[in-house]
């Protein structure tokens, strides 16, 4: 089409700067986000079959009574893993693949903000899944079901390696999909083209940008939780202990915290996609799209509110119970928003009745009847009656494959083309949807009943006069004919990769900007920056739209890999953007990662140790600026097509929006830490803290070198914005000094202490905080020495100091941490 | 049943009643000038002035009414008054665009030499520095905070000093942290885009506060004594329903501020995007 606009040789050009060096190794520093994206989809595919094949395993054990196929054991370790697979290593990871490749393609820019981290967030992702299933190898897969209640999974309970897999493989996950979150953040707030206002998006970058920013504050509750289960086991401390003052629920609050959110995480941006998705096969605008925007963002918000609602059974009052139904319910208004936003589109527009339309609509249906069986669950008397029963397996996978894997494949068969170049099968797509449909719920719907009929979940086998048998062998077809839909899916994939038809630049006729450029995209994704003005870019004239998209002429930007920076709530172009070059730090990182979480797997301290050192010297080695890099701080050229200035610094720059996320997640981290403190000591039955409030005769002058340091760390900040590069060579070294004077007397502090901290609830806790906030100021201090060396080889001037202020940054914030732990552990006991 | 007589009670503070008077009897003699001159519905729309009144009716509700009396007995009805004085009464106010009103209540002269008394850099300081967004979520996350701690909490409990004090720190705070997001537009602070996560990060402190006190087993506070039995519930259950009361139509207000705060900002962005974003590219150089 007209990307011919563009004449060759640039393209050419272009593509000489962005293209990634060939070979394996090559292709291991590549950061580009379609080849990130596309490894995404395929390692997250081949999760889903991994999680298939013990789904399938687990159907073949139970497809008769009284049979043999698993031991009880192994059947726990079946669906334990299939759970974790499903919900944290496929239904994410496979939304975050389709975000990675389209989201830059659709905002208009040429990667995502960090393209670097980018590629950090996969191979974590995939070694992090590798960590887990790696304990297939010793037989000892995890074993407590996916949200391993305690103490079941107590060491006494659970002394193998199991649980430590799966704690420890799910923390080191959970740094994935944290940072590829503020990756998608930052994204969005930085990298729009001109013109991409917030009500142009596409609702699929809605329901990304509001699930990113809840991972940013759920992932800690997870972490949190599982540090704690992993110290109760490494170390013997109490969290979970209640013969020493812990609470076997305060694992659920935590969970749940973090897990009720997080089934929004894993649905919303495919409710987002069949918003995309639909109006092109019914070739009108969706209906209301404001309402379904603001349905997403307060579905996400919502999930916050009410994670008790998973925990009718543990015997919280029941009062309480009421509130939460009621408030389970509510959720059901976006969701209604949404539901008739999808049937106008459809009633009013002219539906072509293409594969991925089949599935979309499939999904509208599914939504329907796993909302009503929701609703039911959270009705409360019902839910006591079928916790623990079938009918929550059943629940549980008309939501998530209803809302999750039918629109996923629906996107395959949408954006395929756009990534290969080429179109899937129109017949064997069809034939996919109709056996996957039917399969799916020929296996599934029975479950119900099985529940109704009291057949409990997780049970490896049951007797024949149960009665059970025959629906039993009914699911189990059911399950094996919605397998043969995935597999014709995959064998679609393959014929179609290799001898599809051509597909052209916009075989659907779709109106978003990511339909604007060749199939597959070229690796610079625009030859020129798009402006945009309209919703529809691709649909403007037909539509009428006052305003017309330029998406040919913009500026080139040929010097170097460069996108446009603009503003976060307008849009403006405010500046070229240097962007990151290919790079073997994040896949060395995710490595010395791996190493450091196998070392606290196998308690080998020395291992965990040198990988901890190995980790922090590849995270100052990535971030030490290049040659070019210091040659040419930012702002110091201005790009000559756009007379906007090269580079940018300071907080509202890509860099500062990176640290100010990363500060408000450990922020987060910490609150968790707190909430859990005093959800102990709320309801200790003995003296809280045992001894009386901890003395203040050490950590209150301590406090004070603490603040001390934050003034010189402040002090030497503004030295350089004046250019007095000595101010901020002293201040460093202050802060620094200071800094490790704190940790000392802290050290004296700990050491003062006549408990252990596996004496007790409250001697856990106290360490635990103590001790992260400890290491979090051992990680300022390192933060601080290297920009000190940085300060000394005179790479900072007044217009260039951004690490200066991210490193300043994050040293407040670790000093205004120490406050609120202050309060909390030494003062607020005071006033108990 | 001593406690449930008490339902048409009125009390009558006159610290209370004067607090309320003056500020509403400012307001009425501001808005009564300022109609006069210009014609009623002039200056400020009516619908301003109706909501301001419905701010002051909900503040006599929550301080005067038997409502003050049953939450001397019950935590959940103290709750309830804390809520009022939080999430409704404050909006409502700051909707009636009290500032405008106020200064025409000041006599001609006054008034005109009012914009002098602003310049007096003290003023312009405490003013910029009580609106600063961070400042005012802080003072009014703080202010959430310690009150519910049990050592002031009795104290309120017991002494009316405290109480009112407790509950000017309520109102004072909420009435800060919503104009962070409600002010007029020459006025207002936080950018649009930040609107949204600034309410809800004060419905997370509300949930926080709300859970734990959800989840105690046994009662936080001392000074309710037994009073709850009288209304036939436990102490310990009249303290969930607070903590319930706090987390769950607490964080639905705030929800509902948020979406009103989303809508707007979608309306106001299109236009800009389009002034802005016109970008001049030199088609020579290309
Ligand atoms: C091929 C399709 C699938 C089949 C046949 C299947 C089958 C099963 C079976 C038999 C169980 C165990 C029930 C029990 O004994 O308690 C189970 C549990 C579960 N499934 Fe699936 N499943 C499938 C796909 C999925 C998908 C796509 C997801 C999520 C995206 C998912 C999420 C879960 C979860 C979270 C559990 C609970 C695990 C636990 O109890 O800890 N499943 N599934
Ligand atoms: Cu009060």
Same mark, same amino acid.
């Given at each position: 089409m007209a990307t011919n606009a563009v004449a060759v040789p640039v393209q050419e050009q272009l593509t000489e700067i962005w293209e990634t060096p060939p070979g394996v190794l090559g292709r291991l520093s590549s950061v580009d986000h379609k080849l990130i994206g596309k490894r995404y989809l395929?390692?997250?595919?081949?999760?889903?079959?991994?999680?298939?094949?013990?789904?399938?395993?687990?159907?073949?054990?139970?497809?008769?009574?009284?049979q043999t196929l698993v031991t009880p054991e192994q059947y726990n370790q079946l669906f334990t893993m299939h759970g974790v697979s499903m919900i944290f290593l496929y239904a994410l990871p496979v939304l975050s693949g389709f975000s990675n490749y389209l989201w830059p393609l659709m905002l208009g820019a040429r990667d995502m903000a960090y393209p670097r981290v980018n590629a950090l967030s996969y191979?974590?992702?995939?070694?992090?899944?590798?960590?887990?299933?790696?304990?297939?190898?010793?037989?000892?897969?995890?074993?407590?079901?996916?949200?391993?209640?305690?103490?079941?999974?107590?060491?006494?309970? !659970?002394?193998?390696?199991? /649980?430590?897999?799966?704690?420890?493989? $799910? +923390? #080191? @996950?959970?740094?994935?999909?944290?940072? %590829?979150?503020?990756?998608?953040?930052?994204?969005?707030?930085?990298?729009?083209?001109?013109?991409?206002?917030?009500?142009?998006?596409?609702?699929?970058?809605?329901?990304?940008?509001?699930?990113?920013? !809840?991972?940013?504050?759920? /992932?800690?509750?997870?972490?949190?939780? $599982? +540090? #704690? @289960?992993?110290?109760?086991?490494?170390? %013997?401390?109490?969290?979970?202990?209640?013969?020493?003052?812990?609470?076997?629920?305060?694992?659920?609050?935590?969970?749940?915290?973090?897990?009720?959110?997080?089934?929004?995480?894993?649905?919303?941006?495919?409710?987002?996609?069949?918003?995309?998705?639909?109006p092109v096969f019914c070739r009108r605008p969706l209906v209301g799209y404001t309402y379904v925007a603001l349905a997403t963002v307060s579905t996400g918000i919502i999930g916050f509110g009410v994670w008790v609602h998973h925990m009718f059974a543990t015997g919280l009052p029941l009062r309480s119970m009421s509130f939460f139904a009621g408030a389970s319910l509510v959720i059901a208004i976006p969701s209604g928003v949404a539901v008739f936003a999808w049937l106008a589109t459809i009633f009013y527009g002219r539906p072509w009745f293409k594969t991925p339309f089949l599935f979309m609509a499939g999904f509208v249906f599914l939504f329907v009847v796993g909302g009503v069986s929701g609703v039911m669950t959270a009705a409360i008397p019902f839910d006591w009656q079928l916790t623990d029963s079938y009918f929550v397996v059943a629940h549980l996978h008309y939501v998530l494959i209803g809302i999750n894997v039918f629109p996923v494949i629906g996107a395959l068969y949408f954006w395929f083309p756009k990534i290969t170049g080429r179109m899937m099968s129109e017949q064997l797509g069809k034939w996919s949807f109709w056996v996957m449909f039917v399969g799916f719920n020929l296996g599934f719907f029975p479950m119900h009943v099985l529940g109704l009929l009291g057949m409990p979940r997780r049970i490896y086998t049951y007797q024949a006069d149960f009665g059970w048998g025959p629906l039993n062998l009914l699911v189990t077809i059911g399950a094996l004919v919605f397998a043969t839909g995935i597999l014709l899916v995959l064998i679609n994939v393959i014929v179609s990769y290799v001898g599809g038809a051509p597909a052209g630049d916009n075989p659907w006729d779709a109106p978003t900007l990511e339909w604007s450029t060749t199939s597959p995209p070229p690796v610079y994704n625009f030859a020129a920056i798009p402006t945009i003005r309209s919703r529809h870019p691709l649909w403007e004239d037909r539509l009428g739209e006052t305003g017309r998209s330029e998406i040919y002429g913009g500026p080139l930007l040929l010097d170097g890999r460069e996108t446009l920076a603009t503003s976060p709530l307008d849009a403006r172009a405010r500046a070229v953007l240097r962007m990151p070059t290919d790079s073997y730090w994040p896949v060395t990182l995710a490595v010395s990662l791996t190493v450091f979480f196998y070392g606290a797997l196998l308690q080998w301290w020395w291992l965990a140790a040198a990988a901890g050192v190995a980790t922090a010297f590849c995270c100052a080695a990535w971030l030490w600026p290049s040659e070019d890099a210091r040659q040419l701080p930012p702002g110091a050229v201005t790009?000559?097509?756009?007379?906007?200035?090269?580079?940018?610094?300071?907080?509202?720059?890509?860099?500062?929006?990176?640290?100010?996320?990363?500060?408000?997640?450990?922020?987060?981290?910490?609150?968790?830490?707190?909430?859990?403190?005093?959800?102990?000591?709320?309801?200790?039955?003995?003296?809280?803290?045992?001894?009386?409030?901890?003395?203040?005769?050490?950590?209150?002058?301590?406090?004070?070198?603490?603040?001390?340091?934050?003034?010189?760390?402040?002090?030497?900040?503004?030295?350089?914005?004046?250019?007095?590069?000595?101010?901020?060579?002293?201040?460093?070294?202050?802060?620094?000094?200071?800094?490790?004077?704190?940790?000392?007397?802290?050290?004296?502090?700990?050491?003062?202490?006549?408990?252990?901290?596996?004496?007790?609830?409250?001697?856990?806790?106290?360490?635990?905080?103590?001790?992260?906030?400890?290491?979090?100021?051992?990680?300022?201090?390192?933060?601080?020495?290297?920009?000190?060396i940085r300060a000394f080889r005179g790479h900072f001037r007044s217009s260039n100091h951004l690490a200066v202020t991210n490193a300043v940054l994050y040293w407040h914030f670790v000093d205004v941490v120490w406050l609120a732990v202050l309060f909390s552990l030494y003062i607020a006991p005071r006033f108990g | 049943m001593h406690a449930l007589m008490q339902l048409d009670e009125w009390t009558f503070a006159p610290s209370i009643a004067i607090g309320i008077a003056v500020p509403a009897a400012f307001y009425a003699v501001g808005v009564a000038r300022l109609w006069r001159g210009a014609g009623i519905g002039h200056g400020l729309r009516v619908s301003r002035a109706l909501l301001f009144a419905a701010g002051v009716a909900t503040l006599v509700a929550a301080l005067m009414s038997p409502l003050d009396e049953i939450a001397d007995q019950l935590q959940s009805a103290h709750m309830v008054q804390h809520l009022i004085l939080i999430l409704i009464a404050p909006p409502l106010l700051i909707a009636g665009e009290p500032v405008r009103a106020f200064v025409w209540a000041f006599p001609r002269r006054l008034r005109t030499s009012?914009?002098?008394?602003?310049?007096?850099?003290?003023?312009?300081?405490?003013?910029?520095?009580?609106?600063?967004?961070?400042?005012?979520?802080a003072l009014h996350a703080i202010a959430l905070t310690v009150w519910h701690a049990p050592g002031p909490y009795d104290a309120a409990v017991r002494n009316e000093t405290i109480h009112a004090i407790e509950h000017v720190c309520f109102l004072g705070t909420a009435l800060l942290f919503w104009w962070v997001v409600m002010a007029p537009p020459g006025l207002r602070r936080l950018s649009v885009s930040l609107r949204v996560p600034y309410v809800i990060g004060m419905s997370m402190v509300g949930a926080a506060i709300g859970a734990l006190l959800t989840f105690a087993t046994s009662s936080l506070y001392a000074a309710y004594g037994n009073s709850a039995a009288a209304w036939g519930i436990t102490t310990l259950e009249d303290q969930q329903l607070a903590g319930l009361i706090m987390w769950i139509p607490g964080g639905f207000a705030y929800l509902i501020a948020a979406a009103a705060l989303f809508m707007n900002w979608m309306q106001a962005d299109e236009e800009r995007a389009d002034r802005a974003s016109a970008l001049r590219v030199r088609t020579e150089v290309a």
């Open positions: 395929v390692t997250a595919f081949a999760f889903l079959i991994a999680g298939g094949i013990e789904a399938a395993m687990m159907r073949m054990q139970l497809a008769r009574p009284g191979w974590v992702f995939v070694l992090a899944g590798l960590f887990i299933y790696s304990s297939f190898l010793v037989g000892q897969a995890p074993d407590g079901g996916w949200f391993a209640y305690t103490p079941l999974t107590s060491h006494d309970y !659970s002394p193998g390696l199991n /649980i430590d897999f799966y704690a420890l493989g $799910l +923390i #080191f @996950l959970g740094i994935s999909t944290t940072v %590829g979150a503020i990756n998608f953040i930052a994204t969005l707030a930085k990298l729009r083209a001109p013109g991409m206002s917030i009500n142009r998006l596409p609702i699929f970058v809605w329901g990304t940008i509001t699930v990113s920013v !809840s991972i940013v504050f759920a /992932i800690p509750a997870l972490t949190v939780d $599982l +540090i #704690f @289960l992993y110290f109760d086991r490494a170390f %013997g401390l109490h969290f979970f202990d209640p013969g020493a003052g812990g609470q076997p629920l305060l694992w659920q609050h935590l969970f749940w915290i973090f897990g009720h959110p997080w089934v929004y995480i894993i649905v919303l941006p495919a409710m987002g996609m069949v918003s995309d998705i639909l790009n000559a097509e756009t007379d906007l200035p090269v580079g940018q610094t300071g907080q509202t720059s890509v860099g500062g929006w990176g640290m100010s996320l990363l500060v408000l997640n450990e922020a987060t981290f910490f609150a968790y830490l707190l909430f859990s403190y005093f959800y102990l000591s709320s309801l200790a039955q003995h003296a809280w803290p045992p001894e009386g409030p901890p003395a203040l005769k050490l950590v209150l002058p301590n406090t004070l070198v603490l603040i001390a340091s934050s003034v010189t760390a402040w002090w030497a900040s503004r030295g350089i914005e004046a250019d007095n590069r000595n101010r901020l060579r002293i201040g460093l070294i202050s802060s620094i000094v200071l800094g490790a004077v704190f940790l000392t007397i802290q050290g004296f502090e700990f050491t003062s202490k006549d408990f252990r901290p596996n004496a007790s609830a409250y001697s856990s806790s106290f360490f635990t905080i103590t001790g992260f906030h400890a290491a979090h100021v051992l990680i300022g201090l390192l933060m601080l020495a290297v920009i000190l | 009012l914009p002098r008394w602003l310049q007096i850099p003290f003023w312009r300081w405490l003013g910029l520095s009580l609106t600063a967004p961070p400042v005012a979520f």
